[in-house]
Each structure stands twice: as structure tokens, then as C-alpha cells.
């Protein structure tokens, strides 16, 4: 069974697509599918992005087909294909995974740097108090270095997102100005999301972005909303996991993130 902490201490509200509600608490999480279901290759959604868009401002995801990396960054969605170009998304494209959220910080923060990857995070985390479940991240900067990746769009049958992944293109996009999107999920989330910090990038210019694997910030400007509320819509198919991934599949999500 999934692991009650993740309900208790998330306030999580899983249901199936024909069941979803009209609404969302102002600090909660929107999310589509799961990691896990993603993980395995689930990789058509009947969430479209009209509907997403009533759901949050900002975010990440990806289209059916795993067809390049999604951002969502003040209303707009955009997405960055395979290699790293930006374009708008069109409101009748489908997602099979996604997380977005009415974005309204709960904390600010100037950045120093400079700050690599990890100092970035540690930064970040030192922003997000002790004890919250779930946290979206932004952060304005200029970028020293900026590492990202894209996947190629995929046809079926579906291979598991290890395999894909394998053939990621990765594209380095600094020095470049630009924001970061994402989320913080706890370690007993994962399965459901991916613990940690899962980050994307698009430039200021709406002209390059992609999954962030690495970066070096010069300065920049951080801003964290912090929730414990998460609506999980399931796709049909699509099943909660079980608690937690098993120790191959753990590792084949961060092998793949």
C-alpha cells in the first residue's frame, strides 16, 4: 500500500481523470500521473493542457509521447524539444505527466555566487523550513554554466524511461540568463514523484530551456511556495505505487533524472 505518510503529512487527494474536480485549494499541488507510471513507459495522458493550465502557473511535465521537456513559467507553457529549442505549447496537446502550481512564494531570498549545482540546492533548501512535504522552487539568475537535457519523442510500444533516457540528447546553454521551475519532494514521496529537487530551465529569451542536470549560478534571485496539499490525478491505467520504488527502480529514476 502507499506509504500514510505521504497522505497524512501531503494532505493527498488521489483520483481517476473522470472524477477530477473543478478546483484546487490556493496552495495546492496539481500532478498528473505518477513518476512510477512514467518510470514503466505510461507515456499517454487524457489530460490536455487547456485543462492543466486551470490548475497552475508554473511547473514541469512533459507531452504524450515523452515528447521533449515541459515548462510552465507565469501562465505560459512552453516546451523545450530534443534539442533544447523552446515553442509554445498548444492548448489541445496531452500530457502524461505533469506538476503545476498557483505559484505564490512563501519566502525570498537574493543569491550570491557563485553557486554550483549543489550549493544552489543546499540554498534552496535553507529557504524551505523543517518539516514541509512539498515545495515549488524559482529562481531568477544569470547562469555561469548550464547544463540540460531533452528526450527524443517516443512511439509504441513504449520502452521504459531507463532505456530512453539512454539516447537523451544533452545541450550545454551557458552562459545564459534565464529561470529555474520545479519542486522539492521528500524521500518517502518517491514513486509517487521523484525525491529531491527535479528542476527545469528556459532562457529569459524564450529561446533555449530544457531538464536541468547541472549548473553554476553567478547571481540571481530565489523564490519558494511551500504546500502540503497535493491533488494526484490518475490517467485510466494508471494505479498508485506501491510504497517507494524497489532499490533497481530507485536507481534507474535518478539514472534517468
Known sequence: MLDERLISRLHMHAEHRELLRSGEPPDEIFQTSTIAALLDGAYEGDLSFAELMRHGDLGLGTLNGLDGEMIALGGEFMRADIDGLIAPVEPDALTPF???????????????????????????????????????????????????????????????????????????????????????????????EISGFHLHYVDDE????????????????????????????????????????????????????
Not at 219 to 240: I, K, Q, T, W
Request: aromatic share 4%; proline share 7%.
Open 98 to 192: 505533469a506538476v503545476v502550481v498557483s505559484f505564490e512564494p512563501t519566502a525570498l531570498a537574493e543569491l550570491v555566487g557563485p553557486l554550483d549545482h549543489a550549493a544552489l540546492l543546499a540554498a534552496l533548501d535553507e529557504l524551505i523550513p523543517a518539516g514541509s512535504a512539498a515545495c515549488a522552487v524559482r529562481v531568477d539568475g544569470r547562469f555561469e554554466e548550464l547544463r540540460a537535457r531533452s528526450v527524443p519523442r517516443q512511439k509504441p510500444p513504449y520502452r521504459p524511461l531507463v532505456e530512453v533516457a539512454a539516447e537523451q540528447r544533452v545541450f550545454e546553454l551557458g552562459p545564459t540568463e534565464g529561470t529555474l521551475v520545479g519542486f522539492r519532494f521528500p524521500d518517502w514521496a518517491e514513486g509517487v
Open 206 to 257: 524564450r529561446a533555449r530551456g530544457g531538464h536541468v542536470l547541472d549548473c553554476r549560478l553567478a547571481e540571481g534571485r530565489a523564490a519558494v511556495d511551500v504546500s502540503r496539499h497535493l491533488h494526484l490525478e490518475l490517467p485510466r491505467g494508471v494505479e498508485l505505487p506501491d510504497s517507494g520504488l524497489d532499490e533497481g527502480s530507485s536507481r534507474g529514476l535518478h539514472a534517468a533524472e
